[in-house]
């Protein structure tokens, strides 16, 4: 059973001997995926550092929504740092605070990890001021650029889901509780599931995308709306999704929404009819994958 560790709580002697990948971790991209598989090698148990909070932006996923990614990799511990908290220590204060709180075994990282205030520790400083083996991984390109975390967010700000989710080695996601709205998709023949979009996760293109959903175990394609209802004249801005041959109640019921692809912009429709004839379209086009 996955566990979280604050770096307030200090670890306890169940986390002791872990091999520990070293990095901010807002989710597990394909690179982040090799040094899991490393981990594995090593036959300990393995903690994941994860940073929340950030210099300029936010992480591709919440906290909780990491830990799902993390429990499924095959991770047994998260290591949850503040950035507001380690953000003006010094490389060596840190190695301090990894070793006082860690017990690590080994640590893996990407042979571009630094940390430390200017970003001035590297893995050989860590490996020498905490006499742990710290093992590095060569970084993982494709089409000659490092896949990364802002190379993700880059994609999702310009609607390349397919390419994302390619370098996330699975679908770009978001959970959350389906809430009530004004109800007005079920008065059009379009009911949808309403969830707020997560404080503190990344924000991508408001747009029209496909999704999926899985409710008890069946998978429903689905048309997500993301961003401000204008044809409404309605500026609050949800995460409203149409969930293709699904009956019945979610409201309260907490959901996995999977972003497939971007399909259009957000646009004002002149009536509600021509809105009726565009969501019949776009019902159309994810039934034939057109």
């Keep these: 059973m996955l566990k979280t560790v604050w770096l307030q709580e200090k670890s306890n002697k169940k986390t002791d001997g872990c091999t520990v990948l070293l990095g901010g971790f807002d989710g597990l ?10 981990a594995k090698s090593l036959r300990k148990p393995i903690g994941v550092m994860t940073i929340i909070g950030g210099k300029a932006d936010e992480g591709l996923f919440t906290l909780l929504e990491r830990e799902e990614i993390f429990r499924l990799a095959g991770v047994d511990f998260v290591f949850a ?10 490389a060596q204060a840190f190695a301090s605070l990894l070793q006082e709180n860690l017990q690590a075994s080994a640590y893996i990282c990407g042979d ?13 400083i860590l490996e020498n001021a905490t ?14 650029e490092k896949v990364s975390s802002g190379r993700v967010k880059k994609l999702l700000l310009e609607g390349d889901l397919e390419r994302a989710n390619l370098l996330l080695g ?12 004004r109800k007005i998709g079920r008065t059009i023949g379009f009911p949808t599931a309403n969830i707020r979009y997560p404080e503190g996760k990344f924000s991508i293109k408001k747009g029209v995308y496909e999704t999926r959903v899985c409710v008890d175990g069946k998978e ?15 500026p609050t801005e949800l995460t409203e999704t149409y969930l293709d041959g699904f009956s019945g109640d979610l409201y309260g019921r907490k959901i996995k929404v999977e972003f497939v692809r971007f399909l259009r912009e957000i646009v004002k429709f002149e009536s509600v009819e021509k809105l009726k004839e565009q969501l019949r379209e776009d019902t159309r086009r994810i039934r034939e994958n057109d």
């Design 29 to 38: 991209h394909i690179g982040h995926r090799q040094l899991v598989e490393e």
């Design 170 to 181: 699975e679908r770009f996601f978001l959970t959350g509780e389906v809430v009530a709205d």
């Design 112 to 124: 571009d990890f630094r940390f430390g205030a200017g970003a001035k520790g590297t893995p050989e």
């Design 220 to 234: 429903y394609k689905g048309i997500t709306n993301f961003g401000a209802r204008p044809t409404f004249d309605e």
């Design 81 to 90: 740092f503040s950035f507001s908290d380690i953000k003006d220590l010094s």
């Design 131 to 144: 006499h742990v083996r710290v093992e590095t991984v060569k970084l993982l390109t494709v089409d000659g």
